[in-house]
């Protein structure tokens, strides 16, 4: 049986491949199209999904699609009369991407795909609720799903066991934690739907002195984690801005326009809706400890990516385990759809754990190499072994070395596929990479990769982190990663072991037998504002037009200073297009 995933028209399009039972592909439309957080109908994911699964349109059984279009649009219709006349400008807006494309989500895929195949469309927060728990290691475990909204449902509490699960409580819009979160993302001065996790990074930086007032004239919290939000400060409900003008009298200056500097004020703000979205999502996780008795516990929404919240749940709220789909936000949707059909709808055994993230396209050295001698490219080619000897080398060396290997990571996080990695020890690589290579603000921190046997030698931390959805403290004993030790002495952690990705396990061992240290910088190949890149040639545009030392690609490694001896420029590249 093969069943389509779709999740668009909203943020992180994606698709994503079931296979009797099995997640075969699954991959943002982004990585495709090079628009960040592309909402568009993903037909560049549709396909390499068919491809990756080897199967035409005419072999899909079903197709899922994450969301209820109509129900959404009622809760827009309702919202705006709710709101008259301020809701109209808003609405008038938003019309014709409705009429043109949203309400013609049927036609839509039946013009990509054919008809020989049903389509189900489910509720938002039922596909967020089994990307998590039909895909977790659990056979029965409690749910918490929260994110901006879906159709109505901004938040719910639920318990699953088997192949079903009941969502029993929800929070309905206009009350959303992922939205409170975004306005206070927009007040910051950083873009909504995109940078929320910028107020993360930023958070260590202040105190939480706004906290109290937050929870005064913003959001009321109940002891159960729900919550309900003052809208007289809110205009998400019927403006084109997130804030109004009482938002700004109650922090008593407009919002930070983006690109200024960032004073401590700003910081103290993103200290105190952490502390604030921390509070509440311990609450509603506690809560759903207590309804469920469960020991078990899986997250999914655009705010359970949110590893600083998830950490404190994991300390604070009971549980024993708690499983986070890697791409918990929208794109994640496409998954749970998938399965919701297979595992719910159709009753088929669950047969699939999420075991590793990487789900999305594979290049070959042959490619590599035809690639290289399209663009008249000098590189290297090596072994295995001496690949890994001289990558290592070479970040031991303090250069920062651009890694392509493997099928591309599903979801937001680098996990080793598409990483730009760096010497950990070095302070000196913490503004050095963010800077002038990723050219993105001087406060955002760097996540570590430490081979798991050997992580609770640096982080406090007692379980494996393969995903990058949890933080750690590093050991005061070995504050000689400054690199990856964010200004409060956490880190965001990542594990990996060889089951995990082999290559990428191998090359860390390598750098521990040569250095002792078995931690090095990860992180995402590519500069601010694009997607992780995805192919070969989204790899050497990134390259060329940073200050990356090397590219190691395949089994090939090129020289950033060889190719700027040979007059190589990074225009050389910008037009070529592949086949």
Known sequence: MNILGISCFYHDAAAALVKDGHLVAAVQEERFTRKKHDQGFPLHSIRYCLKEGNITERDLDYVAFYDKPLLKFERILTTVVATFPRGLPSFLMAMPLWLKEKLWIPQKIREALGDSFRIVFLEHHLSHAASAFLVSPFSEAAIVTADGVGEWDTTTIGYGKGTSFTLTHAIPFPHSLGLLYSAFTYYLGFRVNSAEYKVMGLAPYGVPRYKDLILEHLITVKDDGSFRLNMKYFAYDYGLTMTNGHFNALFGEPPRQPESALRQFHKDVAASIQAVTDLVMVRMATHARRCTGSNNLCLAGGVALNCVSNSKILKESGFHEVFIQPAAGDAGGAVGAAFYLYNTLLKNERKYIWSNNFLGPEYHDEEIETLLEHLALPAEKYERNALLQIT?????????????????????????????????????NFSRVNLKIKFRESFRPFAPTVLLERMSDYFEFDRPSPHMLFIAQVKQSKRTIPAVTHVDGSARLQTITRDDHPLFYDLICEFERQTGCPVIINTSFNVRGEPIVCTPLDAFKCFLRTDMDYLVIGSYILCKKTLMKQGYRFEHCETFELD
């Open 392 to 428: 290592a080398r070479l970040i031991a060396q303090q250069n920062v070395v651009g890694w392509f290997q493997g099928r591309m990571e599903f979801g937001p996080r680098a996990l080793g596929a598409r990483s730009i990695l760096a010497d950990a020890r070095n302070p000196e």
